[in-house]
């Protein structure tokens, strides 16, 4: 568990309030890299990005560190409230309508992000939801295993195995360079 994480969480029940926002600086970026790869569209993601914080902050009374760190507790408030968007939308969108690349960028180096993007988009759709949780969880945020299964709730050999099993489907679908080319494209 992150001490410092624990000490600034203390700090700031005890009154000192930019201590959460040191939280939210250390935060921010992965929890919004977290959303964007599970909504793929940048402005409910920037939404959303916002409710898990104002969350946190609401709730931070009830964070217990002895029940897990409190990198686990902020990925599962941004898990539930990404559920919690999904619920709410009417009407379920196919990935090519939401996808938003979100770049200034013009010429060769747009187009290259937008490849590489749209490959790394394709990978992921062909995993289930839990698996691209994991994958994303796993690459992108660097996550031990441990916390991976503290934040989608299941065991660490669980997660060991459906990482295995993503990694397995991707090799399957686009062959052994396919899930090599797939991970570097996500590291």
């Known amino acids: 568990m992150d001490e410092d994480d624990n000490l600034r969480v203390q700090k700031y029940r005890a009154g000192e309030t930019e201590s959460f926002g040191l939280l939210y600086d250390k935060y921010v970026r992965k929890i919004y890299r977290y959303v964007y790869y599970k909504v793929f569209d940048k402005e409910a993601v920037e939404d959303i990005v916002s409710d898990v914080f104002l969350k946190a902050l609401k709730k931070i009374q009830s964070f217990d560190s002895v029940k897990g760190s409190f990198s686990a507790w902020i990925y599962r408030i941004a898990r539930n409230s990404v559920i919690d968007y999904y619920r709410t939308l009417k009407q379920t969108r196919d990935i090519e309508d939401i996808f938003d690349l979100g770049f200034d960028e013009r010429g060769a180096e747009r187009l290259d992000a937008e490849v590489t993007l749209k490959k790394v988009s394709e990978y992921l759709k062909t995993l289930s939801p839990k698996q691209r949780e994991i994958v994303v969880l796993r690459v992108w945020e660097e996550m031990p295993y441990r916390q991976i ?11 060991k195995m459906a990482f295995s099993r993503a990694v397995r489907n991707i090799r399957e679908k686009f062959g052994p360079l396919g899930a090599v080319a797939f991970l570097m494209i996500m590291g």
Do not use: C, L, P
């Open 149 to 159: 299964a503290e934040i989608v709730g299941g065991s660490e050999e669980s997660v």
